[in-house]
């Protein structure tokens, strides 16, 4: 384990003074979350950017951000919320400012249990057995006192799961909100969250789908390769953009970069408790990761 860089030039600027310190400290940064821009995400915030500011109108805009489970929508949008928070002080008074309002679709399409939600992620007092009635008004009236210019619901997907008369209840919702609110929606979910608004002639006119396929080879993943391996703090230059590595990482993950960063992230930390000190192919191997598929193989194994 020689000739390790004394300088760490391989690094993002951001990261370099990091590599220095002590194993646990770079362990405790290669296990934290991290932004990682790449086109279609760059390309999906900067669509949420324009809707943010958009003039108020009679119908207003929508987005519907719809890719497989764990290729990167939360993080999205956890990002865009980030950029939008405003501290209560930074108005200077008491009244609390939320431009960015998240809010997660309930396991079944309750409107109920929706309202709650979103009374819950604005920091509202709720009534026990509120009608529903109560709660629309409720939510409504907060969510103009504190100022919301977008609302983004999440795992709209789940819309899917409920009864005929529930979903239909559900979407009308939206409609609802839509037209009252006057502010932009944004719909995150999987290919089913696409299905839930195309049953809805109304709403998928309302509703522009953001797409965030699978990874496929080429140079949009060659790119998101060369991210990573500048933002683990390593000592030495983790050369993962050749085409042989790419395809391998790519395989190993199927396709999603939620599974990519959680692979990578395996293989550095196995680069430093080894003292590789970089991404390559023995750090990868002792990786402690599973891929999606050798999971459903060890789950099956559990069940015979």
């Known amino acids: ?41 760059r390309s999906a915030l900067q669509r949420m950017e324009e809707l943010f500011t958009w003039p108020n109108k009679q119908r207003m805009p929508n987005l519907l951000i719809i890719g497989p489970t764990n290729n990167g929508k939360s993080m999205i949008v956890e990002k865009f919320r980030r950029d939008h928070f405003v501290a209560p002080a930074a108005e200077g008074g008491d009244r609390e400012y939320i431009p960015v309002v998240v809010v997660q679709t309930p396991s079944e399409p309750s409107v109920a249990r929706f309202y709650s939600g979103l009374l819950a992620g604005i920091g509202a007092p709720i009534r026990r057995q509120a009608r529903v009635a109560e709660l629309e008004q409720l939510a409504l009236q907060l969510l103009k006192a504190v100022r919301a210019r977008i609302l983004i619901i999440d795992e709209l997907h789940n819309v899917l799961a409920g009864k005929t008369d529930a979903r239909r209840e559900f979407l009308n919702l939206l409609r609802f909100i839509g037209n009252e609110l006057r502010i932009p929606i944004v719909g995150v979910g999987t290919r089913d969250a696409y299905l839930a608004i195309r049953s809805d002639d109304q709403l998928e006119n309302r509703f522009e789908p953001v797409p965030l396929p699978v990874w496929e080879e080429g140079d949009e993943l060659l790119s998101l390769l060369a991210s990573f391996s500048t933002v683990f703090p390593l000592k030495r230059p983790s050369f993962i953009t050749t085409t042989e590595m790419s395809r391998h990482i790519l395989s190993r993950t199927e396709g999603t970069i939620g599974e990519i ?36 193989r060890a789950f099956e194994r559990m069940l015979l």
């Open 1 to 41: 384990m020689n000739n390790l860089h004394s300088d760490f030039s391989h690094l993002a600027p951001a990261v370099e003074h990091v590599a220095a310190p002590s194993n646990e400290d770079r362990l405790r940064r290669i296990r934290s979350d991290r932004w990682i821009g790449y086109t279609r995400a």
């Open 261 to 296: 960063a959680k692979l990578l992230t395996a293989a550095a930390v196995a680069a430093v408790e080894s003292g590789e000190e970089a991404i390559n192919q023995r750090t990868l191997s002792l990786a402690e990761y599973q891929s999606p598929n050798e999971r459903r």
